[in-house]
Each structure stands twice: as C-alpha cells, then as structure tokens.
C-alpha cells in the first residue's frame, strides 16, 4: 500500500461546477498536511496547508480526518485556471526522523 | 510565500558530461533541502536530503556516487549528475524547507529541464 494515496483522475468537470478530491495516508503519526498544485511542465505550489479544524481560503476547503486518516481539497465555482494537478502532502513522522511524501496527483480538467 | 530559486532553468549536454544544478533559497534559511525527479506524466519521486553541513540521506535506488549533493550553506544545495546519459534526462526540482514556519511548508525551485544528447 503507497504511504499517499490519490485518486489520479482525470475529473473533467465544467466551469462553475464544484469538484473534491480525498487523499488517504498510512501512518498514522503524521504530522502535517499539504495541498499543492501542479501546472503542466511546471514545479509544485503551495496551495495550502490543511488543518485539524479544517481551513478555507477563498474557493478552496481543505479538510483532515485524523481517525479514517485522509484529507480532502474542495473545489468551489470552478475556474478554467483551475486546470492542474493536485498533490496531496504529507509530513510523516518515523522513529527519528520526518519524511515528506507526496501522492502521485489527481488531474482536474475544467471544460468552458 | 518563500522564494527558491534553481539554476540553470534548461542544460543540453552530451553523454558523458557533469551537469550542476544550484538550489538557492532566498529569503530564509533551509537547514534541510530535497531533490526531487519527474519524468513526463508522472510524480515527482524525492531522489535525497540534503541537510546543511552533513552527508545527503539518499533514497533507495539512487546512486550516490552519480548524483552528487553538496549543501555547503544555509541557503544553497547543488546536485551534480555526473557522467550524465540520456536516461538521466528529467524535471529536476529542489525544494527547501522553511523550518521557521510552524508546518514547515516546503517552497519549490522552478526546476532544472536537463537533456543528455
């Protein structure tokens, strides 16, 4: 089983529709939460952090459950610049060291 | 947010060539720095650590001795692709982690878009 797992799409949706996208992890001591996104041929950005209390910013809700250990990205009024890959972070903590890992991406296509 | 900068942006070279790559972070101090590869259409897959004044941590399956990481200072890591062959031709990004922020988010470079000839 990945450490990360994504459902890796593609969601293909039209503009204005709201869309969600869930990321499970392993461990169970993980500490931190990420959402980044990723143009084609480009690097990842932040997006934004995900946490306990669940968090939103804008058009975008990002939620964590620690109990059934996955995180979810919502997705609002969608836009045709929302067109990315989105990668679910997660800062896992190990016997004596942390470890990032992220998912593979979930593709999302916003049709006009 | 944070600022990461890599350099250079493109490199073409012939097989059998060192290609360096700089990782530079410019408005805070990384203590610890990754090295990520991405192949088209696929993950980025995290190659190493690299933690300022000590050895990289290397992931499985990666040769050490083939991809050189130095992190000399607080703000820069460079990654050297020694002898370098068209396999090794990928997205190479770096990321340097601000560990002043209270999740110490990770901040990517642009990438580096090698291609060995």
């Known amino acids: 089983r990945k450490e990360v797992e994504q459902d890796p799409g593609p969601f293909n949706v039209p503009e204005g529709a709201t869309v969600a996208f869930n990321c499970t992890y392993s461990n169970s001591a993980s500490q931190s939460f990420f959402w980044y996104r990723q143009d084609c041929r480009k690097e990842p950005k932040l997006l934004m952090s995900v946490y306990s209390s669940g968090n939103e910013d804008g058009r975008f809700t990002a939620q964590l459950n620690r109990a059934s250990q996955y995180i979810s990205l919502l997705i609002r009024d969608s836009k045709l610049s929302d067109s990315a890959t989105y990668l679910c972070?997660?800062?896992?903590?190990?016997?004596?060291?942390?470890?990032?890992?992220f998912g593979s991406g979930t593709r999302l296509s916003i049709r006009p | 947010g944070a600022v990461v900068s890599q350099h250079p942006s493109w490199v073409i070279c012939k097989s059998g060539t060192s290609v360096k790559i700089e990782c530079r972070s410019l408005d805070f101090q990384a203590t610890t720095m990754f090295w990520y590869r991405q192949f088209p259409k696929q993950s980025l897959m995290l190659m190493a650590t690299?933690?300022?004044?000590?050895?990289?941590?290397?992931e499985q399956g990666v040769e050490k001795d083939k991809f050189l990481i130095n992190h000399a200072s607080l703000t820069l890591s460079t990654l050297t692709v020694t002898s370098a062959h068209p396999e090794d031709s990928s997205f190479y990004i770096c990321s340097a982690r601000d560990g002043g922020a209270v999740h110490e988010t990770q901040y990517f470079g642009p990438g580096t878009r090698l291609l060995v000839l």
């Open positions: 972070v997660v800062n896992m903590r190990y016997s004596s060291a942390s470890k990032i890992i």
């Open positions: 690299s933690n300022e004044g000590s050895k990289a941590t290397y």
